[in-house]
Protein backbone atom coordinates (compact mmCIF):
# COMPACT_ATOMS: atom_id res chain seq x y z
CA UNK A 1 0.00 0.00 0.00
CA UNK A 2 1.88 3.22 -1.15
CA UNK A 3 1.25 6.39 -2.97
CA UNK A 4 2.33 6.38 -6.39
CA UNK A 5 2.86 9.48 -9.61
CA UNK A 6 3.92 9.45 -12.78
CA UNK A 7 4.44 12.10 -15.79
CA UNK A 8 4.82 12.08 -19.22
CA UNK A 9 7.03 13.65 -20.41
CA UNK A 10 10.06 13.77 -17.49
CA UNK A 11 10.52 16.29 -14.76
CA UNK A 12 13.55 16.96 -13.02
CA UNK A 13 13.98 14.76 -9.75
CA UNK A 14 14.45 18.10 -7.66
CA UNK A 15 11.10 19.15 -9.22
CA UNK A 16 9.13 16.19 -8.88
CA UNK A 17 10.46 15.03 -5.51
CA UNK A 18 7.94 18.02 -3.66
CA UNK A 19 5.32 16.61 -5.31
CA UNK A 20 5.88 12.84 -4.68
CA UNK A 21 6.34 14.31 -0.96
CA UNK A 22 3.01 15.40 -1.27
CA UNK A 23 1.98 11.55 -0.91
CA UNK A 24 4.22 10.95 2.09
CA UNK A 25 1.53 10.21 4.32
CA UNK A 26 0.47 7.10 2.22
CA UNK A 27 4.37 5.97 2.36
CA UNK A 28 5.74 7.16 5.35
CA UNK A 29 8.85 4.31 4.91
CA UNK A 30 10.81 5.37 2.08
CA UNK A 31 10.56 6.95 -1.86
CA UNK A 32 11.87 6.05 -4.64
CA UNK A 33 12.13 8.20 -8.43
CA UNK A 34 12.77 6.06 -11.55
CA UNK A 35 13.11 8.50 -14.51
CA UNK A 36 13.22 7.29 -18.62
CA UNK A 37 16.55 7.69 -20.64
CA UNK A 38 15.32 9.76 -23.33
CA UNK A 39 12.99 11.64 -20.57
CA UNK A 40 9.95 10.35 -21.68
CA UNK A 41 8.55 9.77 -18.02
CA UNK A 42 9.37 10.14 -14.92
CA UNK A 43 7.78 7.47 -12.21
CA UNK A 44 7.68 8.08 -8.22
CA UNK A 45 6.80 5.80 -5.31
CA UNK A 46 5.89 6.85 -1.93
CA UNK A 47 6.32 2.99 0.03
CA UNK A 48 4.49 1.89 3.01
CA UNK A 49 6.12 -1.42 3.65
CA UNK A 50 3.87 -4.43 4.25
CA UNK A 51 5.50 -6.95 2.52
CA UNK A 52 9.39 -8.21 2.11
CA UNK A 53 10.25 -5.14 4.25
CA UNK A 54 14.01 -5.22 3.23
CA UNK A 55 15.34 -2.91 0.46
CA UNK A 56 14.73 -5.34 -2.39
CA UNK A 57 10.68 -4.62 -2.11
CA UNK A 58 11.17 -0.57 -3.06
CA UNK A 59 9.74 0.90 -5.93
CA UNK A 60 9.93 1.92 -8.66
CA UNK A 61 11.11 -1.57 -9.66
CA UNK A 62 12.53 -2.48 -12.88
CA UNK A 63 13.49 -5.40 -14.53
CA UNK A 64 15.22 -6.11 -18.09
CA UNK A 65 12.22 -5.08 -19.85
CA UNK A 66 9.49 -3.14 -17.33
CA UNK A 67 9.20 -0.84 -14.54
CA UNK A 68 6.25 -0.25 -11.97
CA UNK A 69 5.02 1.26 -9.78
CA UNK A 70 2.04 0.01 -7.74
CA UNK A 71 0.11 0.77 -4.83
CA UNK A 72 -1.99 -1.92 -3.24
CA UNK A 73 -1.92 -6.21 -2.50
CA UNK A 74 -2.07 -8.80 -4.48
CA UNK A 75 -3.20 -10.93 -1.63
CA UNK A 76 -2.59 -14.43 -3.72
CA UNK A 77 0.91 -13.33 -4.80
CA UNK A 78 2.44 -17.05 -3.52
CA UNK A 79 -0.27 -19.17 -5.64
CA UNK A 80 0.50 -17.11 -8.86
CA UNK A 81 4.20 -16.95 -8.00
CA UNK A 82 4.43 -20.78 -7.65
CA UNK A 83 2.68 -20.96 -11.23
CA UNK A 84 5.02 -18.73 -12.69
CA UNK A 85 8.40 -20.49 -11.00
CA UNK A 86 7.01 -23.77 -12.84
CA UNK A 87 7.40 -21.56 -16.17
CA UNK A 88 10.97 -20.82 -15.52
CA UNK A 89 10.49 -17.91 -13.99
CA UNK A 90 13.07 -16.75 -10.91
CA UNK A 91 12.25 -13.77 -8.23
CA UNK A 92 14.83 -11.90 -6.15
CA UNK A 93 12.23 -10.40 -3.46
CA UNK A 94 9.48 -12.00 -1.15
CA UNK A 95 7.43 -9.27 -2.65
CA UNK A 96 3.88 -9.16 -4.77
CA UNK A 97 5.03 -6.36 -6.90
CA UNK A 98 8.27 -8.60 -8.66
CA UNK A 99 5.15 -11.07 -9.05
CA UNK A 100 3.16 -8.28 -10.68
CA UNK A 101 5.83 -7.82 -13.53
CA UNK A 102 6.56 -11.57 -14.25
CA UNK A 103 2.53 -11.80 -14.32
CA UNK A 104 1.95 -9.23 -17.27
CA UNK A 105 5.41 -10.97 -19.16
CA UNK A 106 3.71 -13.87 -19.04
CA UNK A 107 -0.59 -13.04 -19.81
CA UNK A 108 -0.28 -9.62 -20.97
CA UNK A 109 -3.18 -7.59 -19.45
CA UNK A 110 -5.12 -10.99 -19.14
CA UNK A 111 -3.03 -11.06 -15.81
CA UNK A 112 -5.69 -8.58 -14.23
CA UNK A 113 -8.15 -11.27 -13.98
CA UNK A 114 -5.44 -13.56 -11.83
CA UNK A 115 -5.27 -11.22 -9.30
CA UNK A 116 -7.24 -10.85 -6.07
CA UNK A 117 -6.23 -7.70 -4.73
CA UNK A 118 -6.60 -4.34 -4.91
CA UNK A 119 -4.53 -1.85 -6.70
CA UNK A 120 -3.77 1.27 -9.04
CA UNK A 121 -0.39 0.20 -10.70
CA UNK A 122 1.61 1.27 -13.93
CA UNK A 123 3.62 -0.32 -15.84
CA UNK A 124 6.26 1.29 -18.25
CA UNK A 125 7.52 -1.43 -21.37
CA UNK A 126 10.82 -0.16 -22.10
CA UNK A 127 10.78 -2.75 -25.60
CA UNK A 128 7.22 -1.41 -27.11
CA UNK A 129 7.68 2.60 -25.37
CA UNK A 130 4.49 2.45 -23.45
CA UNK A 131 2.14 2.96 -20.27
CA UNK A 132 0.08 0.43 -18.82
CA UNK A 133 -2.10 1.72 -16.10
CA UNK A 134 -4.97 -0.71 -14.12
CA UNK A 135 -7.67 -0.28 -11.07
CA UNK A 136 -8.85 -3.19 -9.02
CA UNK A 137 -12.17 -4.53 -10.02
CA UNK A 138 -14.27 -2.29 -7.55
CA UNK A 139 -11.93 0.61 -7.15
CA UNK A 140 -10.55 0.45 -4.00
CA UNK A 141 -7.38 1.87 -4.28
CA UNK A 142 -7.97 5.02 -6.39
CA UNK A 143 -6.21 6.62 -9.25
CA UNK A 144 -6.46 9.79 -10.87
CA UNK A 145 -4.95 11.40 -14.32
CA UNK A 146 -4.90 14.71 -15.70
CA UNK A 147 -4.08 15.89 -19.53
CA UNK A 148 -2.46 19.17 -18.92
CA UNK A 149 -0.22 21.31 -20.65
CA UNK A 150 0.14 19.24 -23.14
CA UNK A 151 1.51 16.24 -20.81
CA UNK A 152 -0.18 13.17 -18.83
CA UNK A 153 0.23 12.51 -15.10
CA UNK A 154 -1.26 10.24 -13.03
CA UNK A 155 -1.42 9.98 -8.58
CA UNK A 156 -2.86 7.98 -6.20
CA UNK A 157 -4.63 11.64 -4.80
CA UNK A 158 -5.67 14.19 -6.55
CA UNK A 159 -3.40 17.04 -4.60
CA UNK A 160 -0.34 15.59 -6.46
CA UNK A 161 -1.61 16.32 -10.17
CA UNK A 162 -2.04 19.93 -8.71
CA UNK A 163 0.90 20.88 -9.08
CA UNK A 164 0.67 19.73 -13.18
CA UNK A 165 -2.40 22.19 -13.74
CA UNK A 166 -2.36 25.26 -15.27
CA UNK A 167 -4.25 26.69 -13.02
CA UNK A 168 -6.52 25.28 -10.01
CA UNK A 169 -10.10 25.77 -10.11
CA UNK A 170 -12.86 23.71 -8.93
CA UNK A 171 -14.96 21.75 -11.35
CA UNK A 172 -17.54 23.30 -13.68
CA UNK A 173 -20.11 21.20 -11.99
CA UNK A 174 -18.95 21.67 -8.77
CA UNK A 175 -22.62 23.01 -7.52
CA UNK A 176 -23.86 19.59 -8.08
CA UNK A 177 -20.65 17.44 -7.14
CA UNK A 178 -20.99 19.10 -3.90
CA UNK A 179 -25.09 18.31 -3.55
CA UNK A 180 -25.22 14.55 -4.88
CA UNK A 181 -21.90 12.96 -2.78
CA UNK A 182 -22.93 9.62 -3.80
CA UNK A 183 -23.29 9.89 -7.36
CA UNK A 184 -19.99 10.71 -8.51
CA UNK A 185 -17.33 8.36 -7.05
CA UNK A 186 -18.38 5.94 -9.75
CA UNK A 187 -17.93 8.71 -12.48
CA UNK A 188 -14.91 10.25 -14.17
CA UNK A 189 -16.17 13.71 -12.56
CA UNK A 190 -13.47 15.35 -9.76
CA UNK A 191 -14.25 18.15 -7.53
CA UNK A 192 -11.24 19.94 -9.18
CA UNK A 193 -11.03 20.89 -13.17
CA UNK A 194 -8.92 18.91 -15.38
CA UNK A 195 -8.43 16.07 -12.62
CA UNK A 196 -10.31 12.77 -14.00
CA UNK A 197 -10.90 9.53 -11.90
CA UNK A 198 -9.70 6.60 -13.63
CA UNK A 199 -11.99 3.83 -13.78
CA UNK A 200 -12.26 0.63 -11.32
CA UNK A 201 -12.22 -2.69 -13.54
CA UNK A 202 -10.32 -1.40 -16.44
CA UNK A 203 -6.95 -0.82 -17.70
CA UNK A 204 -5.52 1.14 -20.77
CA UNK A 205 -2.05 1.80 -22.79
CA UNK A 206 -0.65 5.42 -23.01
CA UNK A 207 2.38 6.35 -25.33
CA UNK A 208 4.21 9.62 -25.46
CA UNK A 209 2.77 12.05 -27.31
CA UNK A 210 -0.79 10.94 -27.03
CA UNK A 211 -3.48 12.91 -25.15
CA UNK A 212 -5.79 10.85 -24.60
CA UNK A 213 -6.80 7.58 -22.67
CA UNK A 214 -8.59 4.84 -23.68
CA UNK A 215 -9.65 3.00 -20.96
CA UNK A 216 -10.65 -0.81 -21.85
CA UNK A 217 -13.02 -3.08 -19.31
CA UNK A 218 -11.94 -5.99 -18.23
CA UNK A 219 -14.46 -6.66 -14.86
CA UNK A 220 -17.71 -7.06 -14.75
CA UNK A 221 -19.43 -8.74 -12.07
CA UNK A 222 -22.46 -9.71 -14.35
CA UNK A 223 -20.11 -11.50 -16.74
CA UNK A 224 -18.87 -13.39 -13.47
CA UNK A 225 -21.99 -14.49 -11.81
CA UNK A 226 -21.58 -18.22 -10.58
CA UNK A 227 -24.09 -21.52 -10.68
CA UNK A 228 -24.86 -21.34 -6.53
CA UNK A 229 -26.74 -24.47 -4.44
CA UNK A 230 -30.14 -24.93 -4.31
CA UNK A 231 -29.97 -25.89 -0.91
CA UNK A 232 -29.48 -22.85 1.47
CA UNK A 233 -27.79 -25.13 3.93
CA UNK A 234 -25.08 -26.18 1.17
CA UNK A 235 -24.99 -22.24 0.37
CA UNK A 236 -23.77 -21.30 3.69
CA UNK A 237 -20.79 -24.22 3.52
CA UNK A 238 -19.43 -22.39 0.28
CA UNK A 239 -19.95 -18.94 1.75
CA UNK A 240 -18.43 -20.26 4.80
CA UNK A 241 -15.33 -21.49 2.79
CA UNK A 242 -15.14 -18.83 0.39
CA UNK A 243 -15.36 -15.98 3.35
CA UNK A 244 -12.51 -17.68 5.26
CA UNK A 245 -10.04 -18.21 2.54
CA UNK A 246 -10.72 -13.88 1.80
CA UNK A 247 -9.63 -13.34 5.48
CA UNK A 248 -6.96 -15.76 5.51
CA UNK A 249 -4.93 -14.22 2.31
CA UNK A 250 -5.33 -10.90 3.68
CA UNK A 251 -3.95 -12.13 6.90
CA UNK A 252 -0.38 -12.20 4.63
CA UNK A 253 1.97 -9.64 6.21
CA UNK A 254 5.55 -8.94 7.67
CA UNK A 255 3.77 -6.29 10.01
CA UNK A 256 1.37 -6.78 13.14
CA UNK A 257 -2.55 -7.09 11.66
CA UNK A 258 -5.43 -6.06 13.35
CA UNK A 259 -9.22 -4.77 12.69
CA UNK A 260 -11.35 -1.77 13.09
CA UNK A 261 -13.85 -3.26 15.74
CA UNK A 262 -17.46 -2.08 15.95
CA UNK A 263 -19.54 -4.69 17.68
CA UNK A 264 -21.21 -4.90 14.36
CA UNK A 265 -22.04 -8.14 12.92
CA UNK A 266 -19.51 -7.02 9.89
CA UNK A 267 -16.22 -6.14 11.56
CA UNK A 268 -17.16 -9.05 14.06
CA UNK A 269 -17.51 -12.06 11.26
CA UNK A 270 -14.03 -10.65 10.72
CA UNK A 271 -12.03 -10.69 13.41
CA UNK A 272 -14.35 -13.58 14.58
CA UNK A 273 -12.63 -15.25 11.29
CA UNK A 274 -9.25 -14.33 12.01
CA UNK A 275 -9.20 -16.12 15.29
CA UNK A 276 -10.65 -19.05 13.93
CA UNK A 277 -8.11 -19.37 11.31
CA UNK A 278 -5.02 -18.63 13.63
CA UNK A 279 -6.70 -21.78 15.33
CA UNK A 280 -6.43 -24.26 12.25
CA UNK A 281 -3.89 -22.94 10.03
CA UNK A 282 0.02 -22.82 9.30
CA UNK A 283 0.51 -19.47 9.73
CA UNK A 284 4.05 -20.39 8.37
CA UNK A 285 3.51 -21.86 5.15
CA UNK A 286 0.93 -19.00 4.07
CA UNK A 287 2.59 -16.03 4.95
CA UNK A 288 0.33 -14.92 7.65
CA UNK A 289 1.44 -12.70 10.38
CA UNK A 290 1.36 -14.27 13.78
CA UNK A 291 0.77 -10.58 15.17
CA UNK A 292 -3.11 -10.22 15.04
CA UNK A 293 -4.84 -10.09 17.95
CA UNK A 294 -5.71 -6.13 18.27
CA UNK A 295 -9.02 -5.10 17.95
CA UNK A 296 -9.17 -0.98 17.85
CA UNK A 297 -12.49 0.81 19.00
CA UNK A 298 -13.74 4.57 19.09
CA UNK A 299 -15.46 5.98 21.81
CA UNK A 300 -17.56 8.48 21.76
CA UNK A 301 -18.37 8.78 25.77
CA UNK A 302 -22.06 8.82 26.29
CA UNK A 303 -23.48 9.46 22.74
CA UNK A 304 -25.25 7.28 20.80
CA UNK A 305 -23.14 6.58 18.61
CA UNK A 306 -20.62 4.46 21.04
CA UNK A 307 -20.58 0.46 20.50
CA UNK A 308 -17.37 -0.16 22.78
CA UNK A 309 -19.89 -2.23 24.53
CA UNK A 310 -20.61 -4.44 21.74
CA UNK A 311 -16.97 -4.73 20.86
CA UNK A 312 -15.94 -5.69 24.06
CA UNK A 313 -17.91 -8.79 24.15
CA UNK A 314 -16.51 -9.77 20.77
CA UNK A 315 -12.70 -9.28 21.95
CA UNK A 316 -13.52 -10.79 25.60
CA UNK A 317 -14.87 -14.23 23.46
CA UNK A 318 -12.42 -14.22 21.52
CA UNK A 319 -9.78 -13.31 23.64
CA UNK A 320 -8.09 -10.54 22.37
CA UNK A 321 -6.30 -7.32 22.99
CA UNK A 322 -8.65 -4.19 22.63
CA UNK A 323 -7.52 -0.82 22.23
CA UNK A 324 -10.29 1.98 22.95
CA UNK A 325 -9.82 4.83 20.94
CA UNK A 326 -10.77 8.23 22.61
CA UNK A 327 -11.83 10.33 20.04
CA UNK A 328 -10.11 14.00 20.07
CA UNK A 329 -11.79 16.86 19.37
CA UNK A 330 -8.87 18.55 19.25
CA UNK A 331 -8.73 21.80 16.57
CA UNK A 332 -4.91 21.99 16.19
CA UNK A 333 -4.85 19.90 13.11
CA UNK A 334 -8.32 20.33 11.85
CA UNK A 335 -7.72 21.66 8.18
CA UNK A 336 -4.51 19.71 8.04
CA UNK A 337 -7.04 16.49 8.48
CA UNK A 338 -9.88 17.85 6.08
CA UNK A 339 -6.44 18.54 3.40
CA UNK A 340 -6.19 15.03 4.04
CA UNK A 341 -9.17 13.63 2.76
CA UNK A 342 -9.44 15.80 0.15
CA UNK A 343 -13.33 15.17 -0.58
CA UNK A 344 -16.67 16.88 0.79
CA UNK A 345 -18.99 14.18 2.68
CA UNK A 346 -21.56 14.26 4.83
CA UNK A 347 -19.41 13.30 8.26
CA UNK A 348 -16.78 15.13 10.00
CA UNK A 349 -13.48 12.93 9.37
CA UNK A 350 -11.59 12.92 12.43
CA UNK A 351 -13.38 9.91 13.98
CA UNK A 352 -12.23 7.37 11.28
CA UNK A 353 -8.59 8.86 10.98
CA UNK A 354 -8.01 8.92 14.88
CA UNK A 355 -8.78 5.36 15.05
CA UNK A 356 -5.88 4.22 11.91
CA UNK A 357 -3.79 7.05 14.18
CA UNK A 358 -4.00 4.71 17.04
CA UNK A 359 -2.90 1.93 14.90
CA UNK A 360 -0.06 3.57 13.56
CA UNK A 361 1.14 4.63 16.96
CA UNK A 362 0.24 1.16 18.25
CA UNK A 363 2.51 -0.33 15.40
CA UNK A 364 -0.08 -2.35 13.92
CA UNK A 365 -0.23 -1.48 10.39
CA UNK A 366 -2.72 -3.75 8.39
CA UNK A 367 -6.21 -3.60 9.16
CA UNK A 368 -8.83 -6.08 8.17
CA UNK A 369 -12.37 -4.40 8.15
CA UNK A 370 -16.04 -4.90 7.03
CA UNK A 371 -16.50 -2.64 4.01
CA UNK A 372 -18.99 -4.17 1.64
CA UNK A 373 -20.92 -5.98 3.84
CA UNK A 374 -23.95 -4.04 3.61
CA UNK A 375 -24.09 -3.56 0.21
CA UNK A 376 -23.62 -6.94 -0.52
CA UNK A 377 -26.53 -8.73 1.61
CA UNK A 378 -28.66 -5.30 2.96
CA UNK A 379 -27.65 -3.81 5.91
CA UNK A 380 -29.34 -0.23 4.31
CA UNK A 381 -33.09 0.41 3.95
CA UNK A 382 -33.19 -1.11 0.64
CA UNK A 383 -34.02 -4.11 1.93
CA UNK A 384 -37.90 -2.82 1.56
CA UNK A 385 -36.90 -3.81 -2.02
CA UNK A 386 -37.21 -7.26 -1.33
CA UNK A 387 -40.70 -7.07 -0.99
CA UNK A 388 -40.96 -6.75 -4.93
CA UNK A 389 -39.08 -10.15 -4.98
CA UNK A 390 -41.38 -11.61 -2.66
CA UNK A 391 -44.20 -11.83 -5.27
CA UNK A 392 -46.94 -11.02 -3.04
CA UNK A 393 -46.34 -14.41 -1.25
CA UNK A 394 -47.36 -13.28 2.77
CA UNK A 395 -44.83 -15.74 4.35
CA UNK A 396 -41.94 -14.32 2.68
CA UNK A 397 -43.46 -10.83 2.60
CA UNK A 398 -44.03 -11.59 6.63
CA UNK A 399 -40.45 -12.26 6.97
CA UNK A 400 -38.89 -9.26 5.03
CA UNK A 401 -40.96 -7.05 7.19
CA UNK A 402 -39.97 -8.81 10.23
CA UNK A 403 -36.04 -8.43 9.03
CA UNK A 404 -36.79 -4.46 9.26
CA UNK A 405 -39.42 -3.90 12.16
CA UNK A 406 -37.10 -5.99 14.37
CA UNK A 407 -34.74 -3.54 14.64
CA UNK A 408 -33.63 -2.56 17.92
CA UNK A 409 -32.72 1.38 18.38
CA UNK A 410 -30.29 2.80 20.46
CA UNK A 411 -32.19 6.50 20.52
CA UNK A 412 -34.99 6.93 18.36
CA UNK A 413 -34.79 10.38 18.86
CA UNK A 414 -31.58 11.07 18.08
CA UNK A 415 -31.32 8.55 14.86
CA UNK A 416 -33.27 9.98 11.80
CA UNK A 417 -31.03 8.64 9.32
CA UNK A 418 -30.96 6.19 6.93
CA UNK A 419 -27.65 5.02 6.75
CA UNK A 420 -28.00 4.54 10.88
CA UNK A 421 -31.19 2.66 11.43
CA UNK A 422 -34.20 1.30 9.19
CA UNK A 423 -36.78 3.72 10.92
CA UNK A 424 -37.56 5.72 7.07
CA UNK A 425 -37.90 1.85 5.68
CA UNK A 426 -40.44 0.88 8.66
CA UNK A 427 -42.19 3.63 8.30
CA UNK A 428 -42.44 3.33 4.47
CA UNK A 429 -43.35 -0.12 4.61
CA UNK A 430 -46.32 0.38 7.79
CA UNK A 431 -47.50 3.42 5.45
CA UNK A 432 -47.79 0.91 2.54
CA UNK A 433 -49.34 -1.57 4.66
CA UNK A 434 -51.85 0.84 5.67
CA UNK A 435 -52.46 1.97 2.18
CA UNK A 436 -52.61 -0.65 -0.01
CA UNK A 437 -49.50 -2.47 -0.10
CA UNK A 438 -51.13 -4.67 -2.67
CA UNK A 439 -51.54 -3.08 -5.37
CA UNK A 440 -48.21 -0.82 -5.22
CA UNK A 441 -46.36 -4.40 -5.19
CA UNK A 442 -47.87 -5.55 -7.85
CA UNK A 443 -47.54 -2.25 -10.01
CA UNK A 444 -43.46 -2.68 -9.00
CA UNK A 445 -44.01 -6.07 -10.24
CA UNK A 446 -45.26 -5.67 -13.26
CA UNK A 447 -43.00 -2.74 -14.30
CA UNK A 448 -39.79 -4.81 -13.48
CA UNK A 449 -37.44 -5.41 -16.82
CA UNK A 450 -37.17 -8.90 -17.53
CA UNK A 451 -33.49 -9.23 -16.87
CA UNK A 452 -34.05 -7.63 -13.85
CA UNK A 453 -36.84 -9.94 -12.68
CA UNK A 454 -34.72 -12.45 -12.72
CA UNK A 455 -31.77 -11.01 -11.42
CA UNK A 456 -34.02 -9.53 -8.43
CA UNK A 457 -35.22 -6.27 -7.70
CA UNK A 458 -33.27 -6.06 -4.03
CA UNK A 459 -30.08 -7.90 -5.66
CA UNK A 460 -30.59 -5.08 -8.83
CA UNK A 461 -30.68 -2.37 -5.80
CA UNK A 462 -28.01 -3.66 -4.52
CA UNK A 463 -25.63 -4.27 -7.41
CA UNK A 464 -26.24 -0.16 -8.08
CA UNK A 465 -25.26 0.63 -4.51
CA UNK A 466 -22.09 -1.56 -4.51
CA UNK A 467 -20.81 -0.52 -8.03
CA UNK A 468 -22.08 2.93 -8.26
CA UNK A 469 -22.95 4.83 -5.12
CA UNK A 470 -22.74 4.10 -1.51
CA UNK A 471 -20.14 1.88 -1.62
CA UNK A 472 -17.32 3.24 -3.94
CA UNK A 473 -17.71 6.70 -2.03
CA UNK A 474 -16.98 4.78 1.27
CA UNK A 475 -13.86 3.17 -0.53
CA UNK A 476 -12.32 6.36 -1.64
CA UNK A 477 -13.31 7.91 1.98
CA UNK A 478 -11.47 4.93 3.92
CA UNK A 479 -8.57 5.19 1.61
CA UNK A 480 -8.06 8.52 2.86
CA UNK A 481 -9.02 7.82 6.61
CA UNK A 482 -6.40 4.93 6.63
CA UNK A 483 -3.89 6.41 4.42
CA UNK A 484 -3.98 10.07 5.98
CA UNK A 485 -1.52 7.44 8.81
CA UNK A 486 0.06 5.44 6.17
CA UNK A 487 -2.27 2.02 7.17
CA UNK A 488 -3.45 -0.30 5.18
CA UNK A 489 -6.81 -1.31 4.87
CA UNK A 490 -7.95 -4.66 3.81
CA UNK A 491 -11.23 -5.66 3.13
CA UNK A 492 -12.59 -9.76 2.80
CA UNK A 493 -16.08 -8.86 1.73
CA UNK A 494 -14.48 -7.20 -1.46
CA UNK A 495 -12.82 -9.90 -2.47
CA UNK A 496 -14.22 -10.55 -6.27
CA UNK A 497 -15.21 -14.35 -4.93
CA UNK A 498 -17.69 -12.78 -2.06
CA UNK A 499 -18.78 -10.78 -4.62
CA UNK A 500 -19.59 -12.52 -7.64
CA UNK A 501 -21.04 -15.03 -4.65
CA UNK A 502 -23.51 -13.08 -2.93
CA UNK A 503 -24.96 -11.69 -6.05
CA UNK A 504 -25.54 -15.25 -7.75
CA UNK A 505 -27.63 -16.03 -4.43
CA UNK A 506 -31.35 -15.45 -4.61
CA UNK A 507 -32.56 -12.95 -1.82
CA UNK A 508 -33.95 -15.62 0.54
CA UNK A 509 -30.37 -16.06 1.61
CA UNK A 510 -30.14 -12.83 2.29
CA UNK A 511 -33.75 -12.22 3.89
CA UNK A 512 -34.61 -15.25 5.88
CA UNK A 513 -36.65 -16.18 9.27
CA UNK A 514 -36.43 -12.24 10.11
CA UNK A 515 -32.91 -11.41 9.22
CA UNK A 516 -31.17 -9.19 7.05
CA UNK A 517 -27.19 -10.79 5.67
CA UNK A 518 -29.04 -14.15 6.55
CA UNK A 519 -25.80 -16.82 4.61
CA UNK A 520 -23.32 -14.79 7.02
CA UNK A 521 -24.93 -14.79 10.13
CA UNK A 522 -25.28 -18.49 9.63
CA UNK A 523 -21.57 -18.91 8.21
CA UNK A 524 -20.06 -17.37 11.43
CA UNK A 525 -22.28 -19.43 13.99
CA UNK A 526 -20.00 -20.40 16.32
CA UNK A 527 -17.39 -17.56 15.59
CA UNK A 528 -18.48 -15.07 17.85
CA UNK A 529 -20.83 -14.30 20.27
CA UNK A 530 -24.56 -15.40 19.79
CA UNK A 531 -25.87 -11.94 20.95
CA UNK A 532 -23.54 -10.28 18.27
CA UNK A 533 -24.04 -12.48 15.79
CA UNK A 534 -28.10 -12.17 16.16
CA UNK A 535 -27.53 -8.28 16.97
CA UNK A 536 -30.20 -6.07 14.77
CA UNK A 537 -28.67 -2.73 15.70
CA UNK A 538 -27.80 -0.42 13.01
CA UNK A 539 -25.31 2.10 13.70
CA UNK A 540 -22.89 3.56 11.41
CA UNK A 541 -19.34 4.67 12.11
CA UNK A 542 -19.45 8.54 12.13
CA UNK A 543 -19.06 11.45 13.96
CA UNK A 544 -21.44 12.77 16.73
CA UNK A 545 -21.31 15.77 14.83
CA UNK A 546 -24.71 17.37 16.54
CA UNK A 547 -22.75 17.03 19.63
CA UNK A 548 -19.18 18.66 18.57
CA UNK A 549 -21.08 21.18 16.78
CA UNK A 550 -22.98 22.61 20.17
CA UNK A 551 -20.36 22.26 23.02
CA UNK A 552 -16.16 21.40 21.88
CA UNK A 553 -16.52 22.94 18.20
CA UNK A 554 -18.94 25.55 19.30
CA UNK A 555 -16.56 28.72 19.27
CA UNK A 556 -14.08 27.60 16.72
CA UNK A 557 -17.32 27.09 14.43
CA UNK A 558 -18.50 30.18 15.60
CA UNK A 559 -15.46 32.87 14.70
CA UNK A 560 -15.17 30.60 11.35
CA UNK A 561 -18.63 31.49 10.16
CA UNK A 562 -17.82 34.94 11.02
CA UNK A 563 -14.91 35.29 9.61
CA UNK A 564 -14.03 37.51 6.32
CA UNK A 565 -12.87 34.21 4.25
CA UNK A 566 -16.00 32.96 5.22
CA UNK A 567 -18.10 35.24 4.25
CA UNK A 568 -16.22 36.17 0.77
CA UNK A 569 -16.28 32.15 -0.02
CA UNK A 570 -17.65 31.75 -3.56
CA UNK A 571 -18.53 28.38 -2.82
CA UNK A 572 -21.27 28.39 0.03
CA UNK A 573 -24.31 31.26 0.39
CA UNK A 574 -22.24 32.89 3.42
CA UNK A 575 -25.93 34.07 5.10
CA UNK A 576 -27.50 30.64 4.28
CA UNK A 577 -25.27 28.39 5.61
CA UNK A 578 -23.87 30.48 8.95
CA UNK A 579 -27.73 29.98 9.99
CA UNK A 580 -27.75 26.76 9.08
CA UNK A 581 -25.24 26.40 11.69
CA UNK A 582 -26.26 28.37 14.45
CA UNK A 583 -29.48 26.51 13.90
CA UNK A 584 -27.66 23.42 15.62
CA UNK A 585 -24.63 25.25 17.31
CA UNK A 586 -27.78 27.38 19.30
CA UNK A 587 -30.70 24.94 19.66
CA UNK A 588 -30.09 21.98 22.36
CA UNK A 589 -32.84 20.06 20.73
CA UNK A 590 -31.61 19.60 17.51
CA UNK A 591 -31.28 15.91 16.30
CA UNK A 592 -28.05 14.11 14.72
CA UNK A 593 -29.59 14.74 11.02
CA UNK A 594 -29.57 18.45 11.55
CA UNK A 595 -26.06 18.36 12.20
CA UNK A 596 -25.17 16.49 9.83
CA UNK A 597 -26.99 18.51 6.89
CA UNK A 598 -25.40 21.92 8.56
CA UNK A 599 -21.70 20.19 8.23
CA UNK A 600 -22.23 19.29 4.72
CA UNK A 601 -23.64 23.14 4.19
CA UNK A 602 -20.40 23.93 5.77
CA UNK A 603 -17.74 21.69 3.98
CA UNK A 604 -17.19 23.03 0.84
CA UNK A 605 -15.68 26.36 3.08
CA UNK A 606 -13.95 23.85 5.19
CA UNK A 607 -12.59 22.33 1.80
CA UNK A 608 -11.84 25.04 -0.19
CA UNK A 609 -9.98 26.49 2.82
CA UNK A 610 -8.01 23.44 3.47
CA UNK A 611 -7.78 22.17 -0.34
CA UNK A 612 -8.09 25.40 -2.75
CA UNK A 613 -6.05 27.71 -0.44
CA UNK A 614 -2.95 25.75 0.14
CA UNK A 615 0.43 26.60 -1.73
CA UNK A 616 1.58 23.91 -3.45
CA UNK A 617 5.15 23.18 -5.32
CA UNK A 618 5.28 24.80 -8.87
CA UNK A 619 6.08 22.96 -11.81
CA UNK A 620 7.36 24.24 -14.92
CA UNK A 621 5.03 23.93 -17.73
CA UNK A 622 6.42 21.05 -20.09
CA UNK A 623 5.47 20.40 -23.47
CA UNK A 624 5.69 17.03 -25.34
CA UNK A 625 8.47 16.79 -27.70
CA UNK A 626 9.06 14.33 -30.79
Same mark, same amino acid.
Given at each position: MCGILGVMPAVPDYEFKPVLDLLAHRGPDGEGIWQEPFHRLTLGHRRLAILDLSDKGKQPMENQQYVITFNGEIYNFLEIRRELEQKGYRFSSDTDTEVIIAAFHEWGEKCLLRFNGMWAFAIWDKMNCRLFVSRDRFGVKPLYYTFANGGFAFASEMKALIP?????????? %???? +?? *?????????????AGIKRFPPGHYAYIRPNESTLQPVRYWDTMQHLVQVPKRYEEQVEQFRDIFTDACRIRMRADVPIGTALSGGLDSSAIAGTI???AKNENFTSQRLSADWQHAFVATFGNTFLDESQFAR???? %???? +?? *????????????????????????????????????????GVLVSLDGHGADELMSGYGHLIWALVDSHLSFHQMQSVIDAINGFNYIDSQQIDNERLTFSRSIRFILSQIRHSTYNTLRYLIKSEKPAQGRFGKLNTELYKIFHQTILPTLLRNYDRYSMANGIEVRMPFMDYRVVTYAFSLPWQSKVRKGYSKSILRDAIKGRIPEAIRLRKTKIGFNAPIVDWLKDPWKNFLLDLIHSPSFNHSSLINPSQVRQQVL???????????????AWLALMPYLWEQAVMKRRYPVIKRYQWTA
Open positions: FLPSLQVADN %FEYL +KC *HIFDYEATDQCLIAWIQVAD %FLGI +KI *HYVKVDTRLDDFFEQIYLFEEIYLTAPQPMIEVYRAMRQANVILNPKAKYLDGEQ
